[in-house]
RNA sequence: GCCGGGGUGGCGGAACUGGUAGACGCGCCGGACUCAAAAUCCGGUUCUGGCAACAGAGUGCGGGUUCGAUUCCCGCCCCCGGCACCA
């Protein structure tokens, strides 16, 4: 143990030592110890290659967390693993000819290694990576349960297509509406897809939030927003031999539809369009551009007039019926009757194409409405019904039911609800993800891949080059008797989204040696997650799909619980400074910060910055997301290789709170590692005057000891609960750090003394343990401790050593600050009052004014009032 | 466009339940040590005025409630995340 004798800090010999320590312990294996389960996860990672400070932020919070519970003697399962499938495998294929398995696998390996370096706590036993056929067999055979089920199942769906490399494309690969590698213009087109029925699930997806008291607010009113409950009616207007069906949530303003709107897909649109060539040919434009909403959402609206007529079930009038573009085939029925009155998009398509606007709900005193520009009041719901025969004078609510029941008793119409989510689409045309088992077969259509047969293992040799799935052209893969008929057939190409791979991986590190079963009885000892922590950008997306498959589980009887994940941390992104230069046509070259040298003025601000390696200036271009395109991405490794894991963990936990973004400051890492350069030889200076020979006697300090362990015993309430409850590890350590300020200025004089100082470092070191493992595992042992600093326990409060003699109170007049007194705590207010009216400065101030009002928070602050 | 979040010194941030705005760290300024530099240590550091005591202003902008507002309410501006095939 010569690395910690080293009067000075040397992390690189002393890193590597600590982590042996621990692994020939077994510290890490979840199965040690007899406590309480505490099951603590991250986000797993995307192995795009080396490890970013993202997810160096992420695991630091889950292995700060996760050595907190070790260390309240808690059994900590903390597992780590690789969401292997996904795009940029096939663009690095394409970059570099190398077979995504290959790529992916190599990553996995450098970044497990740079995993290792950082001295988490995590229980490598239980690794799992998502593109070995061990686990998305499981995929697959969940898959055909769900189709039994009726779950999955199959229907077209519109995708990007990119005309020129005749393949599908992802929203990100398609910009401004062109394909990102030939520029074309991309197309929507509708393929044959398979759907899980998450729509099924979704007033439970709703209600159930309520039980997520450890998630935050903001992640669940997202989802909420995102399934989007809505009340009101489903409507029948007849068109010619036709039926068009809408959904309102406004049924009380039926009296108010001037016309009617489908979506370019609607059936209705294509009939029309059989006769219409201009139709047809708006049709087509509107079938250009992405299938983003944001895309569809932020469009111009256009529209034109089928030239058919809808009849109001209630009123008997025609309506033109026409399409337009801001109706979303994949909400409702893709249709919807359009009231411009009180509707901003109706009232704006019905201003653009001099549609009528008819009022039909009455405004606030006063208001007139105004059919030339829109007003929010419009849409309100709090006015009465007008100008709608029968049901004038009725409230919104009111006219509600009454219109809707006369359209029950018309069979015209029904209330109902409707969710904005929409069925999960899980199929994607590419060759790196987990296949979907089935077999399409000339006479037996799609069959299902008897169980016995599965894995259905993707080749690992292709090498995707952009123009489509390899797999179309594989034929050992695509040959295969039909399992029916026995006739040659072809597998299915397309496989699983990667969202199904991270819908239920944290089941899987429970069990994931089992390769007879999905999961088994040790899931239920885990699950729930006690603390999940990623990032936000996951707040909708991958967390509901975990949602929806942990319920889809639990119906086919695998597991017993209704939620997956108990806690919830959304981290924060990592931002950094970005730097360019722009040449005469105005591109921009991008530099790393660790290419710049900032020059400051003598406040301290920022001057200017320059290039160091021709010292020439560069433009600051503002703090972003650490990113390739920006070329601002700082390399944890390369920190972690100069001033150690410690350090690098210890600034990015003191920074910024979890949940904030963090501004990355190789500065700021410069100060936490002349903090653990201090902590490390103020430990050494105390041990080598030798350990103190008796214990600490509390009542016989003196003032300045008693002082110094009423701010220990104060930090260690304080620290206790930043990590505990408010999960804010850069106030806790800030509390940390003071309380050593504190601790360097005291001058042990007697034996008693020195027996503080040993509780102190005892104490700072045990807890800052979470956040820099290696230094406190080392000084915890310099110390005198015999065993590991995580299984020490955690320092506890001595509530005798946080009273105090005095308190200082603030004293007021109108609000502002005009002196301060010191007072006995719990003092009379009377006495209070007196002793502040009697200061100085205050007495000024009060002058010859009457007292009006004299407000006393005890303890804290005395506001005079004077007038 | 829709949904969610944020804006506090030169910088990152703190102020937890409406009660001292700026903890802690960085940077900067001054000093000690040194032949010198680095490292380290000590002191100062919101802005304006003042030798100082102290005073005035101040938490994106404009208003409001309150003895008292970074915190609560109303209206605006800017930045960020998500929008269903990036993960």
Redesign the pocket.
């Known amino acids: 143990m010569t690395e910690t004798n080293s009067e000075t800090y040397h992390p690189a010999a002393l890193e590597p030592a600590m982590q042996a320590l621990w692994s020939s312990a077994r510290l890490h294996r979840a199965e040690r110890g007899t406590g309480e389960s505490y099951y603590c996860l991250s ?4 192995p795009s290659g080396r490890l970013h400070m993202g997810h160096m932020r992420n695991y630091t919070i889950c292995d700060v967390m996760s050595r907190f519970q070790l260390m309240q003697g808690r059994r900590v399962l903390q597992p780590m693993g690789w ?8 663009n690095a294929a394409m970059a570099n000819g190398v077979p995504p398995a290959e790529w992916t696998r190599s990553n996995i390996a450098h970044m497990r290694g740079q995993l290792k370096s950082l001295g988490f706590a995590i229980d490598w036993d239980r690794e799992i990576a998502t593109c070995n056929a061990d686990y998305y067999r499981w995929n697959q055979w969940f898959f055909l349960r769900l189709l039994e089920r009726g779950i999955a199942y199959q229907k077209t ?1 519109t ?2 297509w990119d005309p020129v490399d005749q393949t ?7 910009v401004d509406g062109r394909g990102w590698r030939t520029g074309a213009l991309v197309e929507k087109r509708e ?1 044959p ?1 398979y759907y899980l029925r ?1 729509t099924d699930y979704a007033q439970e997806l709703l209600d159930s939030l309520a039980q997520l008291d450890g998630w ?4 669940k ?2 989802q ?5 409950r809505s009340e009101g009616a489903e409507i029948a207007f007849a068109c010619a031999d036709q039926v068009i069906r809408v959904f309102t949530t406004r049924p009380d303003t039926l009296m108010g539809a001037t016309f009617m709107a489908v979506a370019a897909e609607h059936p209705l649109a294509r009939r029309a369009a059989e006769s219409n060539p201009d139709l047809a040919e708006f049709i087509r434009e509107c079938q250009q551009g ?9 469009q111009e609206k256009r529209g034109m007039d089928t030239g058919l007529k809808a009849i109001h079930p209630l009123t008997g009038d025609e309506l033109p019926v026409w399409i337009a573009n801001y109706v979303l085939m ?2 409702g029925e893709g249709a919807i009757m359009a009231v411009p009155a009180h509707d ?2 109706d009232f704006e398509f019905a201003l653009k194409y001099d549609l009528p606007i008819r009022q039909v709900i009455s405004l606030p005193d006063g208001q007139v409405y105004d059919d030339r520009h829109w007003h929010e009041a419009y849409a309100a719901k709090d006015g009465e019904l007008v100008n709608s025969g029968n049901y004038t004078g009725l409230s919104c609510s009111d006219g509600f039911a009454a219109i809707v029941g006369d359209l029950e008793a018309k069979g015209a119409g029904q209330a109902r609800v409707q ?12 060759y ?2 987990c296949p979907i088992p089935i077999i399409h077969c000339k006479a037996c259509g799609a069959v299902p891949v008897p169980e016995q047969d599965l894995p259905v293992r993707l080749p690992e040799d292709l090498v995707p080059d952009g123009s489509g799935n390899p797999l179309n052209r594989c034929e050992a893969f695509l040959n295969v008797p039909c399992p029916k008929c026995g006739q040659p057939a072809r597998r299915e190409t ?1 496989t699983m ?3 199904v ?2 819908s239920w991986y944290f089941l899987r590190y429970t069990c994931p040696d089992n390769d007879q079963a999905m999961v088994d009885e040790r899931t239920s000892e885990w699950m729930p997650v006690d603390q999940y922590v990623g ?8 967390l ?1 799909y975990a949602r929806f498959w942990t319920k889809l589980m639990r119906d086919e009887g695998l597991i017993d619980i209704d939620e997956p994940f108990r806690r919830l941390l959304t981290q ?2 990592v ?1 950094a400074e970005t730097y360019y230069r722009e040449d005469a046509a105005g591109r921009r070259t991008w530099f790393n910060p660790s290419e710049v040298e900032v020059r ?7 001057d200017s910055a320059v290039l160091i390696a021709d010292g020439e200036p560069v433009t600051p271009g ?4 650490m990113a390739k395109s920006k070329n601002n991405g700082v390399d944890p490794q390369a920190l972690v290789d100069q001033y150690g894991a410690d350090t690098v963990r210890l ?1 990015s936990m ?4 979890p ?5 990355w ?4 890492v ?6 653990l ?2 902590l490390w ?1 103020g430990v050494h200076r105390h041990v080598a005057g030798g350990l103190p020979r008796s214990a600490l006697d509390a009542q016989a300090l003196g003032d300045p000891g008693r002082e110094l362990r009423r701010v220990l015993h104060e930090t260690i309430a ?1 620290v206790s ?2 990590y505990a ?2 999960l ?1 590890f ?2 806790a ?6 309380c ?2 504190r601790l ?2 005291f001058e042990p004089s007697d034996d008693n003394d020195r027996a503080l100082v040993q509780e102190c470092w005892t104490s700072l070191v045990r807890l800052i343990a979470p956040v820099t493992p290696h230094v406190a595992e080392a000084l915890w042992r310099k110390l005198g401790g015999a065993e590991s600093v995580f299984e020490a326990g955690w320092p506890g409060v001595d509530e005798s050593a946080l009273a105090r003699q005095t ?4 004293v ?1 007049v ?7 007194i010191e007072v006995v705590p719990g003092s009379a207010r009377e006495e209070v009052e007196a002793q502040a009216r009697a200061e100085d ?1 205050v007495a ?2 009060i002058d010859s004014k009457t007292v ?2 004299v ?1 006393v ?1 005890p303890d ?2 005395v ?1 005079i ?1 004077v007038g």
């Open positions: 986000m797993f990672p995307y969401d292997a499938f996904g795009l940029p495998a096939e769906g995708v990007n599908v494309l992802a929203n990100e690969q398609v393929i897809m998450i935050p607010e903001r992640v009113a997202m909420a927003n995102w399934i989007g992405g299938v983003s909403e944001a895309d569809i959402a932020t994949g909400y901003e998009r969710f904005r989510l929409r069925d999960w689409g899980i199929s994607r045309q590419r790196w993800g397309d989204d990667t969202f791979d991270s990032g936000i950008e996951h707040a909708i997306l991958h509901l924060g992104m931002l400051r003025d003598a406040k301290g601000g920022v503002g703090v972003e997301k600034f003191f920074a910024a709170p949940e904030q973004s963090l501004e400051s190789d500065a700021g410069e100060g936490a590692w002349r903090f350069r201090r030889s304080k609960d930043d409850r408010r804010t850069n106030t350590i800030a509390a940390v750090m003071e050593c300020n360097a200025r308190v200082t109170m603030v007021q109108n609000g502002k600050v005009r002196g301060r400065n000024r101030f009006r009002k407000i928070v804290k602050l506001n009032v």
